[in-house]
């Protein structure tokens, strides 16, 4: 299963992006989407994700900011970032995990993005 993510650029603080991954193969259900993040010289961490049922989490540091919400039939999930502040600088990576036919059998999978450039400054 692949995915490609779209969206990221330069924005000033409090700016708007919107961020897309659309996942690609014989995918048999996606169960998670999610959103992650890197800063330079910082550990991965998870900002958003969202479950089959539609149930979201996010991190205390976007709460209120962004939103992330999904297409099952385009099997694609949405980040909308608002009131961007600079410590929200970093390059962002889908994750989608899921089920996939492998030879006529569901398998488990689990996906990154190539990451998207996301820089909040004015």
């Known amino acids: 299963v692949q995915l490609q993510a779209s969206g990221g650029g330069l924005v000033q603080p409090g700016g708007s992006l919107r961020l897309s991954c659309a996942a690609s193969g014989s995918i048999f259900r996606i169960n998670v989407m999610g959103w992650y993040r890197q800063a330079p010289g910082k550990q991965r961490e998870s900002v958003a994700i969202i479950i089959s049922g539609g149930s979201t989490n996010y991190a205390d540091s976007v709460k209120g900011r962004f939103t992330i919400s999904r297409d099952n039939a385009k099997n694609t999930v949405y980040l909308q970032m608002d009131n961007l502040k600079p410590e929200d600088t970093a390059v962002y990576y889908c994750?989608?995990?899921?089920?996939?036919?492998?030879?006529?059998?569901?398998?488990?999978?689990?996906?990154w993005g190539q990451g998207t450039q996301v820089t909040v400054s004015s």
């Open positions: 994750n989608v995990i899921g089920l996939y036919i492998n030879s006529s059998r569901p398998m488990a999978f689990g996906s």
